[in-house]
């Protein structure tokens, strides 16, 4: 099982678009957008109560 090609690529773009319609794709992509960000603002905001939980210590 290699690399995938532009073919390979073609066909799950047509099979997606099949399953879900051309309405429904730009909501699914909107969830996926929001939820990304909310886990990269968590990622942030527990990184920096790292850094603070590190520097309470160290004191």
């Known amino acids: ?3 995938f090609g ?3 690529i073609l ?3 047509a099979v997606v678009l099949l399953l879900f319609g051309g ?3 730009p909501e699914l992509m909107k969830g996926l957008g929001s ?3 909310e886990f990269k603002n968590a990622a942030k905001d527990d ?3 790292d850094k603070k939980e590190d520097k309470e210590e160290t004191k």
């Open 47 to 49: 990184a920096a109560t």
């Open 6 to 8: 532009v073919t390979e």
């Open 23 to 25: 309405k429904k794709i």
């Open 1 to 3: 099982m290699g690399r």
């Open 11 to 13: 066909v799950i773009l």
């Open 35 to 37: 939820g990304l960000k």
